[in-house]
């Protein structure tokens, strides 16, 4: 699929090949809701098809094709007809015919359609199923399966033959000297002969700042546009009706939420508004297991592959934890406070959750089988039980100072028993087992020990690690092993099992690496964050700035590009956030809008020359900051009140 040009407007999306025509091969075709509408869209010009040119994406909703069309009346080498094909997911196509030639130039212009009307999951497995007969319907074509569910096709203007039985639509074009002809294909679901003809209704269309990025290194635009045109377009609707527009995982084979991945993306987009993230939260807030017994306060979620080493573990606890740190988070970046209050409840029963949930032994089991304690659970419990004490602290609420304790009790018992000294300095033990043996290797994941999150008056929150062992875990995750050059392995290269294309064996998940550099930036190690920045950006031009869920964890060399993922989701959700954190970390900022206050805390090293991040929102209004070469940070533009803090 990475070789697709997928345009994306969840529920819609339209995938095809470079040269513009859908053939009905693979994944090809528009889709609304999980069916596709339509499977073959083929052109003729004068009998041929168009030659191609250029395919490429315009912006993540519309891409465009551009060919040339040969003619027995062609006088030399050079084109004289081209054709334009503006592909919209949404369900319409703008075929344009340019005319350079210096007569009259009659031609027959032919589009055929068709469909099987099968499911996305169906397609993607490669049992897309038989097409389906087509009838003639107005000025274009109908398809109907069993069950009522059908798809229709008009064009504008309408052509002189519809031919149902070929699936065929004609028109007789004469083209004069320097003229253009156009034609529109509008694409639409049915149901038992009712068309839904009018336009659908993007959810959230202004959830997101309108943000953009000005740098002296030129891929800092492309990839904050790209990204923020990306979680746009993976905005869905909560399928409850309960929480308003969430992220869908990615595209096409992850079209729906993922209660983690969901949270983290709505994390690292609260500089474009904290809108995203309160819905993701009430989306949450309505999974959310209420009845008595073990499980109560927890939001529950699939279990997820960890790779060779480990069994699966559970995004739901993930979710679970990330809870009140989000909450806590979107209130500092300026959450109304009646919203935080009726969001409140549900960060308290995880809280509650993670009291409960933790064993004898004071760490957090992973919700996976075989009760593994890993490290980087650890730290979103020790992140919930920080960051959830300055929120009750905030609201008036009782227990912050219990829950502070209990946090430093954790950070005790990790460093006693999650690290493994050795005659290199040591480094943290992927996980514990059961029976509370070390198990010791290498991966992105570490790089949540040092994700502390953000506190009142603009401060971090402790980490789980001491100074000293910070510094360790900085030196390995610049390293060789994890570092690729493109952004962190999911496994190190020296460490059993290790496969480049392994989803969580040795591939590149950029969100991770992003993790990763905020939390060595703040760590003050600069450079290694400077580095996995330059990394992130170079694979993310290597990929047009769309940059893909995962890639191949092949080390970097002079003149090499970074391997796909042939099952990677691209869009998604997680690297589109990722991408914006990554150039927000170089500002640095940390607002505080109950105290109305923000500081900046930007990259010294500047690594990208002079930056301006505007378009951002801190407390609900428009924000923009500027990064000078020497790496001093300025306000440019802050709603009336917010102040620069100490």
Known sequence: MHQAIICVALPCMAVSAHHGQLTGQGLEGFYRSGRRLLSQCRLRVGGREPLPVQGRLESSERAYFLGAVRTSQDTGPDPEITVERRRHAEGTERITLRSAALRPVRLVVEVSLATDLADLAAVAAGHGGPERAAGVHGSGLRWTAPGGAGSAVTADPPPQ??????????????????????????????????????????????????????????????????????????????????????????????????PAESLWAARMALPLGTGLAASTLRMLASRQLKGPGDDFGRIPGPLRDTGPVLPPSCTGTEATLGYPAVLAEARRWGLPETEVADLLPTAERCLQWL?????????????????????DTQAHAHRAALLGADLLDGCGRGGGDAWREWAAGLRA???????????????????????????????????????????????????????????????????????????????????????????????????????????????????????????????????????????????????????????ACRPAALSAAAGIHLVATLAGIRPDAPSATVRLHPLRSAPLGAVQLSGLRVGGEPFSVRISRLGLGMIEEAGAGLRLGG
């Open 413 to 567: 018992r990790f460093r006693d028993r999650f690290w493994v000294d050795d005659r290199s300095g040591g480094c943290p033990a992927a996980a514990r087992t059961g029976a509370g043996q070390p198990v010791r290797y290498l991966g992105s994941s570490a790089a949540h020990l040092l994700d502390t999150g953000l506190l009142g008056g603009g401060r971090l929150a402790q980490g789980l690690l001491d100074g000293g062992s910070a510094d360790r875990l900085a030196r390995l995750l610049s390293g060789p092993d994890l570092d690729s050059g493109w952004g962190l392995r999911t496994l190190g290269s020296g460490e059993r099992g290790h496969n480049p294309f392994g989803h969580r064996s040795g591939a590149v998940r950029v969100h991770e690496t992003a993790v990763a550099c905020a939390g060595l930036a703040a760590t003050g190690h600069e450079q290694a964050a400077a580095a996995l920045l330059k990394g992130v950006l170079g694979a993310a031009e290597a990929f047009d700035y769309r940059l893909p869920e995962m890639f191949a964890g092949e080390q970097r060399r002079t003149g090499s590009l970074p391997a796909p993922h042939p099952a």
């Open 161 to 258: 033959d519809v031919l149902g039985h070929a699936g065929l639509l004609r028109w007789n074009v004469e083209l004069m000297p320097g003229a253009t002809y156009r034609i529109e294909l509008t694409v639409r679901p049915e149901h038992r002969g009712r068309i839904m003809s009018r336009p659908l209704m993007r959810p959230g269309a202004r959830l997101l700042s309108d943000a953009r990025a000005e740098a002296d290194d030129p891929r800092a635009e492309p990839l904050v546009r790209a990204g923020l045109g990306d979680l746009r377009a993976l905005l869905t609707a909560d399928e409850r009706g309960a929480g308003g527009p969430v992220l869908a995982a990615g595209v096409p084979w992850r079209c729906t939420p993922s």
């Open 355 to 375: 009291r409960e949930a933790a064993s004898e032994d004071g760490f957090v089991p992973d919700g996976g089988p075989a009760g593994y304690r890993r490290a």
